[in-house]
Each structure stands twice: as structure tokens, then as C-alpha cells.
């Protein structure tokens, strides 16, 4: 048999056997076609704006807290202070246990004098150990400075919260929109049927 009038010669099909295109079927209707519009934009929105804003988002506040690390580095610094009574409290910080204590601890401020306030210790740390203690603005006693890993930790933390954000409200305006076209549908649906219905029925009272 000729390749000419095989079956399976190559060529254009023929009209029946040629997929319509997705929008030129008759039976989808224009709000089919504006909420898979609607999907791909926030399929875009969702791969493009999900990056971009996360990694802005993270950045910015990467940059924020090393301000503040560099600020706080440079108004605190870091002395020698001696326990005056035994650290207490129950020793629970961010739910692990026996991180740090709370005691009363006395050191020499740059006056001379010698002062005494409440600072953050070891729980091992018992009256009389040497401690290591940070003093801010006016000689007092103070947290220590955030660190650059501290800054970086704010940073991924804000990034992930905007990436779950943006995700969330992507997803969130897929399914408002849905609702809001299955309403219009369902409302066309009952006008439609309110015409058809009385012809529909009138054919069973015969």
C-alpha cells in the first residue's frame, strides 16, 4: 500500500479530528474563562511576587536588626561583677530549663563606687563567683547586645512569615473569587431555569 493513501500519512487532520481551542468551546461560559484567567494571574503572582517579597521582607529586617546590634554594641559593654546572693527564680527561658538565673550581683562602676542590681547569671553561679554582666546608657545594668546571628535569624524568620503571607493570601483571593463566580453562577442557573421550566413541565401535564 502508497504512503499516499495509508491512514496514518502525515498531514494536517481533518476538521473533525483537530482539537478546538480551550476558549472557543461552546459550552465555556464567560465566567469560566475569567476564573481561569484569574488562576493564572495569581499563578504568576504566587511564582514571581512570592520570591521578590520574601526576600525583601527578610532583607529589610536583616538590615534593621544589624542597626540595632551595631547601635546596641555600641552603647553596651561587657564588666566583671561578683555574685552577692545565690541565683534564683525557676530558671525557664523560651521553655528549656536551667538556662540563666536571676541574682543580686556588685560591681565597680567607672566613678569608683560600687553598685549593686539584679542581672541575668549561670545557674551554677553561687555568692561570691565572678560574672560576666553588661552595662548600657548611664551605668546601668542591661541585656546583651544582639549579634549578627541574632539579625540573621530575624531576617529568615520575617522572610518565611511573608513568603506563608503571600501564599496564604493568594490562596485566599483563589478561593474568594471562586465563591464569588459560583454565586453569579448559581444565580444564572435559576434565571435560566425559570424559562425553560414552565416548557419542561408542560410536557409532562400532556
Not at 504512503?3 to 502525515?10: E, L, N, T, W
Not at 560576666?132 to 548600657?136: A, D, I, T
Given at each position: 500500500m502508497s504512503?499516499?493513501?495509508?491512514?496514518?500519512?502525515?498531514g494536517p487532520r481533518p476538521p473533525h479530528q483537530q482539537h478546538p481551542a480551550q476558549d472557543a468551546n461552546p459550552l465555556r461560559r464567560r465566567s469560566d474563562r475569567i476564573e481561569s484567567w484569574f488562576r493564572r494571574l495569581l499563578m504568576v503572582v504566587l511564582a514571581l511576587g512570592l520570591p521578590a517579597a520574601s526576600a525583601s521582607a527578610g532583607l529589610a529586617a536583616y538590615e534593621s536588626s544589624m542597626r540595632a546590634v551595631q547601635t546596641q554594641s555600641a552603647e553596651r559593654h561587657a564588666i566583671t561583677a561578683r555574685v552577692v546572693s545565690d541565683a534564683e527564680g525557676d530558671g525557664a527561658q523560651g521553655g528549656a530549663k536551667d538556662v540563666w538565673r536571676w541574682a543580686q550581683v556588685r560591681w565597680t562602676a567607672a566613678d569608683g563606687k560600687e553598685r549593686t542590681g539584679t542581672a541575668r547569671v549561670e545557674p551554677g553561679a553561687t555568692e561570691g563567683a565572678t560574672v560576666?554582666?553588661?552595662?548600657?546608657p548611664g551605668g546601668t545594668l542591661s541585656r546583651p547586645p544582639m549579634t549578627q546571628d541574632n539579625a540573621m535569624a530575624t531576617g529568615w524568620l520575617v522572610g518565611g512569615m511573608t513568603a506563608v503571607a503571600v501564599t496564604a493570601g493568594v490562596f485566599s483571593a483563589r478561593?474568594?473569587?471562586r465563591l464569588v463566580l459560583d454565586r453569579s453562577r448559581a444565580a444564572q442557573w435559576e434565571a435560566e431555569w425559570d424559562l425553560v421550566e414552565p416548557s419542561w413541565s408542560g410536557r409532562f401535564r400532556r
Open positions: 504512503a499516499q493513501g495509508s491512514p496514518y500519512a502525515s560576666r554582666v553588661w552595662l548600657g478561593a474568594g473569587m
